[in-house]
């Protein structure tokens, strides 16, 4: 149950795009479509901003959209914010029927 | 609105136990799967265990098998972690988390801190 390997961080100016990369194995990432993203500001709980590679829950902003390809995800944010500072993590189902992180990335708008 | 509120951390001796409770409101809890996170200080998140929206079945991260044991009460709307044989690497705010159904977790609690120290 190694944790999936995100970047430690990334960085954007107001307006521009970032993507955060997540990479694991085919036993996880690269064998289901059961990828999910997370945003978390100090202090606070998780919030869901995509799940199953690319779909987006109710309230969360078009500017978030997911993707995979082969063993790795990507988390796009466009149109950088201000208030999109905070860190990142992406989720996996595994074969073991167990479930998996990221690292986690932290972003940092410039 | 859906809310999971969590309760019974504190602080407790190494090879101690301790039991978080997280009652939830404004679902029908027992059609939901359920999860357990926890986070280290300044650490990242670590899944811990899910039991199925049915009791059927239940999974437990490496790190915790054999010491910890989710449970769920649907008449109290409530999952249970019972966490025994303590380390201080178990110390973190831990977090209930409601399955979307899609292996996500869409709705969390606000965490309750666990703290293993002698």
């Known amino acids: 149950q190694s944790a999936l390997t995100q970047p430690a961080s990334v960085s954007g100016s107001p307006g521009q795009s970032i993507t955060i990369s997540c990479t694991g194995t085919s036993s996880d990432v690269g064998g289901y479509n059961s990828v999910s993203w997370y945003q978390q500001h100090p202090g606070k709980a998780p919030k869901l901003m995509i799940y199953d590679v690319s779909k987006r829950p109710s309230g969360v902003s078009n500017r978030f959209s997911g993707s995979k390809s082969g063993n790795t995800a990507s988390l796009t944010i466009s149109g950088l914010q201000a208030e999109e500072e905070a860190d990142y993590y992406c989720?996996?189902?595994?074969?073991?029927?167990?479930?998996?992180f990221g690292t986690g990335t932290k972003v940092t708008v410039l | 609105q859906v809310q999971l509120v969590e309760s019974g951390g504190g602080v407790v001796q190494p090879g101690g136990s301790l039991r978080l409770s997280c009652t939830a409101s404004g679902l029908t809890f027992s059609k939901h799967g359920m999860h357990w996170v926890r986070q280290a200080p300044g650490k990242g998140l670590e899944w811990v265990t899910f039991?199925?929206?049915?009791?059927?079945?239940?999974y437990y991260a490496d790190s915790v098998k054999g010491r910890f044991t989710i449970s769920r009460d649907d008449s109290k709307n409530t999952v249970y972690l019972q966490m025994n044989s303590l380390r201080a690497e178990d110390t973190a705010v831990y977090y209930c988390?409601?399955?979307?159904?899609?292996?996500?977790?869409?709705?969390w609690g606000q965490g309750t801190m666990v703290t293993v120290s002698s």
């Open positions: 989720s996996s189902y595994t074969s073991s029927s167990t479930y998996v």
């Open positions: 039991i199925r929206y049915d009791g059927s079945n239940k």
């Open positions: 988390a409601k399955d979307k159904g899609t292996t996500a977790y869409d709705i």
